[in-house]
């Protein structure tokens, strides 16, 4: 399953780069991309995780990025 989203704070593509490593590392993820230029992420889930992975997505976008938001497109 397909997930995209805006997402909004991110300071440099360094930044985008290490969160996209770190989000990787997340059970579940399959594959994420994160376009800093475009301010847009994307992720390819297990569809039947989808609630508890988010979960996880969030918690560690708010510990690596405070600043950070993300909005499901």
């Known amino acids: 399953m397909k997930i995209k989203f805006k997402i909004k704070g991110l300071d440099c593509a360094n930044c985008a780069a290490e969160l996209e490593r770190d989000i990787q590392k997340i059970e579940g993820i399959e594959y994420v991309a994160i376009s800093f230029i475009a301010e847009r992420m994307e992720l390819e889930i297990n569809?039947?995780?989808?609630?508890?992975?988010?979960?996880?997505?969030?918690k560690l976008i708010k510990?690596?990025?405070?600043?950070?938001?993300?909005e499901e497109i």
């Open 47 to 58: 569809e039947n995780d989808k609630k508890e992975i988010l979960k996880k997505l969030k």
């Open 63 to 70: 510990k690596e990025e405070p600043d950070v938001e993300i």
